[in-house]
């Protein structure tokens, strides 16, 4: 990963963090909430309500709520929106995206269309024809973000040396979530330890850039092939 090219927030940037799950914004791009948290709106599609099987899923939904909330208190960010479509029903829900105004944003953060949670592919997938949509209106660059299922070819990085340790505070509180702790600083040490020609990078977020010229050919259905 020694040849990505490094992401840089600069005082202009408007950022969107499209999170399919309360937790999803800490776990793959936390450097935006961390580093530039003024400049940055976070947008929760469902309500995590399938996250711990120990609660029913209306008790559930509350805990995500509240505990992404607490998050929010400490991170305090530009803007958030709970837009509380049902967890893992992302797939029958193509409006919930239909609410968001991408034509703001200088840098869109979106889940990969081809990560391991059906919620993460369906919601990358129907973001990324929202914004083909608005295209023409929408001035940013669209990066996916990764978790726990690493890109093949990362094309872009942030380093967050530094800051792993206010990664991890986020990451705790999602407090039934604890697995996603270790394997996302993991991953992110597994990046940084990629860094070959800048070995001062011990953690780093691996991000793949939304290729302008040729994804939005693709259809709709094409993208969900993988679902």
């Known amino acids: 990963m020694s040849d990505r090219q490094k992401i840089d927030f600069t005082d202009k ?8 799950h309360p937790d999803d914004e800490c776990l793959g791009a936390s450097a935006a909430l961390l580093l530039a948290p003024s400049q940055t709106d976070i947008f929760v599609l469902t309500d995590g309500s399938r ?30 929106t709970w837009l509380g479509c049902e967890d893992t029903k992302m797939s029958q829900h ?12 200088t840098i869109i953060f979106l889940p990969w269309t081809e ?7 369906y919601a990358a997938a129907f973001c990324l024809e929202e914004i083909r949509k608005q295209k023409g209106m929408v001035k940013g660059v669209s990066y996916f973000y990764e978790i726990n299922a ?13 800051i792993e340790e206010d990664k991890r505070r986020l990451i705790r509180f999602h407090e039934d979530q604890k697995e996603q702790e270790n394997i996302t600083l993991s991953l992110n040490a597994f990046r940084g330890a990629q860094m070959l020609s800048h070995p001062e990078t011990i953690y ?10 040729s994804y ?3 259809s709709l259905a094409a993208c969900l092939k993988r679902v």
């Open 13 to 20: 940037d408007r950022i969107a963090v499209i999170a399919p």
């Open 51 to 80: 996250g711990f099987k120990e609660r029913s899923f209306e008790e559930e939904a509350a805990v995500r709520r509240a505990q992404f909330e607490a998050e929010m208190e400490y991170v305090r960010p530009h803007s958030y």
């Open 94 to 105: 193509p409006e919930i995206v239909r609410q968001i105004d991408f034509t703001p944003y």
């Open 115 to 121: 990560s391991f949670h059906p919620d993460h592919r």
């Open 150 to 162: 690493p890109f093949y070819r990362p094309t872009h990085y942030i380093d967050i040396t530094g």
């Open 204 to 213: 780093a977020e691996a991000y793949l850039r939304v290729d302008e010229d």
């Open 216 to 218: 939005p050919e693709q």
